[in-house]
Each structure stands twice: as C-alpha cells, then as structure tokens.
C-alpha cells in the first residue's frame, strides 16, 4: 500500500513538473495586417464603406483563386482600424483564410463591430502597432506584410513615419500602401501628390507597392488587385481584369 502511494506520489510530481506542451505554430503562405485609416477625415459611413471594399475584396472569386493557389493554400489575416497615436484597435483578429468560407466568415465578422478608431494622423503609431500583431501571433509565415490604407499622408503624434518604417522593414516585413483619393473617402490632398509620398515615406521590404483608389466605384477593385498581388506575389501587370 505504501509503495503505492508513493509511486501515486511521484507520478503526480512529475506530471507537474513536466512542461506544458507547446502551441503548435500555424503556417501559412502569408502574414497580412490590414491597416484602415480611420481618422477623423473618415465618418462612419466611409469606415462601412471601406470595410465592404475590404469584404468584397476578399471574397473575390480571383482572390480566393489566389489563397488556394499560393504555397500552404492558405493566408492569415487581421484587420485593423487605426487614427491617432493612442487610437488603434483590432477589428477582426487573426483568421486563416484557406478558401470560399472562411473569406465569407471573415467579410461577415469585418461587418459587425462598431468604429475602432479616432484621431489626427499617426501613421508611425500604426505601423508598430501591426509590427507587434505580427511578432506576437502563434503564426509562422516567410512572408508577412502590412498593408496600410490613407488619404493622406501627414503624422500628427507618435512616432516618426521614418522610425516606424524602418523598424518594420528591419524585422524584415513588408510595407505595402493603398492611396486613398476617392472623394466620398476624403479626396485627393491638394497640395502633394498623395502617390509618390507613399512612395517616397511609407512603404518599404521586400517587392513594396503602392495602389490606388481613385473612385467610390473602383475602391474595391483596388483592393481586389492589391490582394491578388500581396497574396500571390505577382506584378500588377500579370493582374486579371
């Protein structure tokens, strides 16, 4: 009987002792943060408006063509809402995308939540806060990009553009960017020009690019076409129509 206890005994210290089983990490063909501008140029029907160009986007027939093609057939994907430097939030947390339903699931979850963010400009403050998404989700991907969406690009408060940007670039992610000139999403800054700022301060890594949005009616095609080509890693001119 004593014998037994004690090997009751020590079965159960080493059960405790013994460390808890790791996470199994998810890989997937890409890493994508899906940074919305949400600033106060942004009313909330324009914030609805983005998130159905996103949701539409995402369902497209060709992007999901995309996803299963592409290696690991299946990509990671959040959105987020960003304005000033202490406004940033998630809107759809992390989701695997491996075709049809899941894209529907997602288009469905970005529809629900109310507006995340408020504020000035503070483009350096949401590019660190997508850094971080990244580096702390339980995914594993060669490819991770943030895909930053603004009508202009102006920093109010936090962070430099210029530190942010490198940052991102140095933990080796690209930054990717969609011009936002459609005027019912506030319209085309009037004193630069909003494309080759993009160019010139935001992006950055591996293949960065810049797409824009230069109607209300084109909005979501933009973001067909910037999907295709962050997921499948192609050049806009191999683009389907």
């Known amino acids: 009987?004593?014998?037994?206890?004690?090997?009751?005994?020590?079965?159960c210290l080493s059960i405790a002792a013994a460390p808890a089983a790791a996470t199994e990490r998810v890989e997937v063909g890409l890493e994508l943060v899906l940074l919305a501008d949400a600033t106060g140029s942004?009313?909330?029907?324009?914030?609805?408006?983005?998130?159905?160009?996103?949701?539409?986007a995402i369902t497209n027939g060709d992007v999901i063509t995309a996803i299963t093609s592409s290696i690991y057939g299946k990509i990671a994907v959040t959105y987020v809402e960003w304005g000033d430097a202490m406004s940033q939030d998630v809107v759809v947390g992390w989701?695997?995308?491996?075709g049809a339903e899941s894209a529907a699931r997602f288009a469905r979850d970005l529809?629900?939540?109310?507006?995340?963010?408020?504020?000035f400009n503070a483009i350096g403050s949401a590019l660190l806060f997508a850094k971080q998404l990244i580096e702390a989700n339980e995914i594993w991907?060669?490819?991770?990009?943030?895909?930053?969406?603004?009508?202009?690009?102006n920093n109010w408060s936090g962070p430099s553009?210029?530190?942010?940007?490198?940052?991102?670039?140095?933990?080796?992610?690209?930054?990717n960017g969609l011009a936002v000139l459609c005027r019912?999403?506030?319209?085309?800054?009037?004193n630069y020009d909003l494309e080759a700022a993009f160019q010139e301060l935001i992006i950055g890594g591996n293949g960065a690019f810049v797409v824009t949005a230069d109607s209300p009616e084109t909005?979501?095609?933009a973001v067909r076409k910037k999907l295709i080509m962050e997921i499948a890693d192609m050049p806009a001119d191999n683009l389907p129509d």
């Open 184 to 190: 019912h999403c506030s319209g085309r800054p009037n």
């Open 111 to 119: 529809m629900i939540p109310p507006r995340r963010a408020h504020g």
């Open 42 to 56: 942004i009313d909330n029907a324009e914030i609805m408006f983005q998130r159905e160009g996103y949701a539409q």
């Open 1 to 11: 009987m004593r014998c037994r206890l004690v090997c009751l005994i020590l079965m």
């Open 95 to 98: 989701q695997i995308i491996d």
């Open 141 to 153: 991907s060669f490819r991770r990009v943030i895909d930053i969406s603004a009508d202009s690009a």
């Open 219 to 221: 909005f979501a095609d």
């Open 161 to 175: 553009i210029e530190v942010a940007r490198d940052a991102v670039i140095a933990a080796d992610i690209t930054i």
